[in-house]
């Protein structure tokens, strides 16, 4: 029988229905690392995506007209603060769906933002249109995570709408049911949120919600400060205004050295967005006109998603449940613990799930500790474990807790080789943890994508006498020594 682990599968559809619609095809176990980008809104040539962007657009107009220094804290926490969409299954949270939302820190910087370096929003000169992201573009902080949590707030009545109308075409009654959504749309009569009825796919209790695959990228969002730092340098040769192209250009030539650091170039360029905002909306004017590259590129970003998350990670679980015994229930949490990382590295090394890491010729060839721990972290599903992720108890995170009541706890780490604090991560990392969480058991995962990367791991174990150490697993994930012919 097959793991359930997308909508496709939990519901008993074809992909080809959810394709058809659309729908990206959600895993329903743990967040995808894909975000609505209000860009795509803007940009795009159907006319019901402009509106979304538009009314975006109304309802930040509508909070800047309010933005005066004495509001409520009650309206503030009414109209800014808002919980993140779960039931779409998108974004940062591994093992399950459950992230942070957008609370007092996004509430202030947007609300303060709109009532002084952003009182124009809403009526822009230089660009095309008004956008959202230009408060990620000012305020350090305010990241990919926090623009897409904003505008899935913003157009989820939109894809409530969306979501029932699938629903009521493709699923059966008892696969569905009627649920009141508070926060569904905002009345600007009576200035508040208003909750409304929907008929949605149910899943333990809770509503799905699905989102149009075009409205979604991985990575940054077209428009972010990280690519306006890259950026930076560039922009004052397209300022039209003589003068404040002469100042920004002098304000570099003065601060920047002959030979400066990422850092030091990075540091500045923060400075002089500062010191110039209007600097942001010859950026964002560069953006808009190349448009047609976001489509793009969150195209193929969305393609490698599902080639990787998607397709191959059902291979992942249904081949390790089928060929090897992960999935029947260790006695012990270090037992459960140890029975994944060594099923990961067995199809990892032996049944092409390298490929799931390790990418020759792609843009971005090896996955990083993230994305290892979100391929990881799928296997979980199915687990009698109590499985989390990041426990942080005030001495630094780790990736895993595996438990079983208050006493039978152990901890998985993952680590590239090529860290470079491996050696002294293994030395003092992971008995700090043990004792900050009360566990006595560790699982080390290290993943090695080179021939250094194996070398180096080798040495440091023997150096340390762990070499053989059962607790350490070190998954040999490089794609130029395994077998020609196999079958992924």
């Given at each position: 029988m097959a793991i359930e682990l997308y909508f496709s599968q939990y519901f008993g559809i074809s992909p080809n229905e959810l394709e058809a619609y659309g729908a990206f095809?959600?895993?329903?176990?743990?967040?995808?690392?894909?975000?609505?980008?209000?860009f795509l809104l803007f940009n795009s040539e159907k006319h019901e995506y402009r509106d979304l962007h538009d009314k975006i657009i109304r309802y930040l107009v509508f909070l800047r007209d309010h933005a005066n220094?004495?509001?409520?804290p009650g309206l503030i926490k009414s109209w800014y603060m808002?919980?993140?969409?779960?039931?779409?299954w998108l974004g940062f949270t591994v093992l399950g769906n459950s992230g942070s939302g957008l609370g007092k820190d996004f509430a202030r910087a947007l609300h303060d933002s709109l009532g002084s370096i952003l009182k124009g929003f809403g009526a822009e000169s230089i660009t095309k249109g008004a956008h959202l992201e230009k408060l990620a573009l000012i305020k350090e902080g305010v990241g990919r995570d926090s623009i897409s949590d904003f505008t899935t707030n913003l157009i989820k009545g939109y894809l409530l709408e969306y979501t029932q109308a699938f629903a009521q075409t493709h699923l059966s009654p008892d696969q569905r049911s009627s649920f009141s959504?508070?926060?569904a749309v905002f009345n600007y009569e009576t200035e508040s949120w208003e909750s409304r009825q929907y008929d949605l796919p149910e899943l333990r209790n809770d509503y799905v919600l699905l989102t149009p695959a075009d409205?979604?990228?991985k990575d940054d969002t077209w428009i972010s400060?990280?690519?306006?730092?890259?950026?930076?340098i560039k922009i004052p040769d397209a300022i039209e205004d003589d003068q404040l192209r002469a100042q920004v250009n002098n304000y570099l030539l003065k601060k920047l050295s002959d030979n400066p650091t990422k850092k030091e170039y990075s540091d500045l360029a923060a400075a002089a967005i500062s010191q110039f905002p209007e600097v942001v909306d010859y950026y964002i004017r560069e953006k808009e006109d190349a448009g047609d590259q976001a489509v793009g590129l969150s195209a193929q970003r969305r393609q490698e998603v599902f080639e990787v998350l998607v397709r191959m990670v059902q291979h992942v679980v249904e081949d390790i449940r089928i060929k090897t015994a992960l999935y029947e229930t260790p006695v012990t949490s270090y037992d459960e613990a140890l029975a994944r990382a060594n099923g990961f590295k067995q199809y990892v090394e032996n049944q092409d799930g390298y490929r799931l890491l390790n990418k020759p010729g792609k843009e971005r060839p090896l996955a990083g500790e993230t994305d290892v721990q979100l391929f990881f972290g799928v296997i979980f599903f199915g687990s009698e474990f109590d499985v989390n992720r990041e426990v942080n108890n005030g001495r630094g995170p780790v990736d895993f807790k595996v438990s079983k009541g208050a006493v039978d706890k152990s901890l998985i780490e993952i680590k590239l080789a090529s860290n470079k604090q491996l050696k002294r991560n293994l030395e003092n990392q992971i008995e700090v943890y043990q004792k900050?969480?009360?566990?006595?058991?560790?699982?080390?995962?290290?993943?090695c994508y080179t021939d250094a990367d194996v070398t180096k791991t080798n040495a440091v174990l023997k150096d340390l006498g762990l070499l053989g150490e059962k607790s350490i697993v070190v998954i040999d994930a490089r794609a130029d020594n395994k077998p020609s012919g196999s079958k992924a």
């Open positions: 095809d959600i895993s329903l176990v743990s967040d995808l690392p894909l975000f609505v980008d209000p220094p004495d509001l409520d808002f919980q993140e969409v779960k039931q779409n959504v508070p926060r409205m979604l990228t400060r990280s690519d306006l730092v890259r950026q930076f900050a969480n009360g566990t006595r058991t560790t699982v080390k995962m290290i993943i």
